[in-house]
Every structure is written in structure tokens, then in C-alpha cells.
């Protein structure tokens, strides 16, 4: 199924990338590079570009 760009979810992502509202294209990104999505993150700690496990469980502090 192809994937199709999401206006109704708001992505919190601040940077630029031609991934922005395709969630599973962001999703399978990240995940190859073993990493998370900004919407796991909060808004403060979207912003460090940080998508590392130990940064998401900093944030979940």
C-alpha cells in the first residue's frame, strides 16, 4: 500500500525533510537509522534532533 501524506496529524518535526506528515516513510526512515521519530518525543525535546533511544527515555522522564 502506497504511502500517502497525512494533513490531519499534526507533526511536530521542526526539521526540514521531505518525510513531513508520511508517517510510515518517517517511521521506516528512522527506523533503518535504529532511531525514533519526532513524534515521540516531546516538543523540547524534538528540537535537540536527537532521535536516540536513551534520548527518548531522558524524555520520558
Known sequence: MPCKHNDTIKCNCTYACPRRGKCCECIAYHRR??????????????RMYDRSLEALIDDRK
Request: hydrophobic share 35%; proline share 7%.
Open 33 to 46: 537509522s535504529e532511531e525514533f521519530p519526532a513524534c515521540f518525543f516531546t516538543n523540547e525535546a524534538e
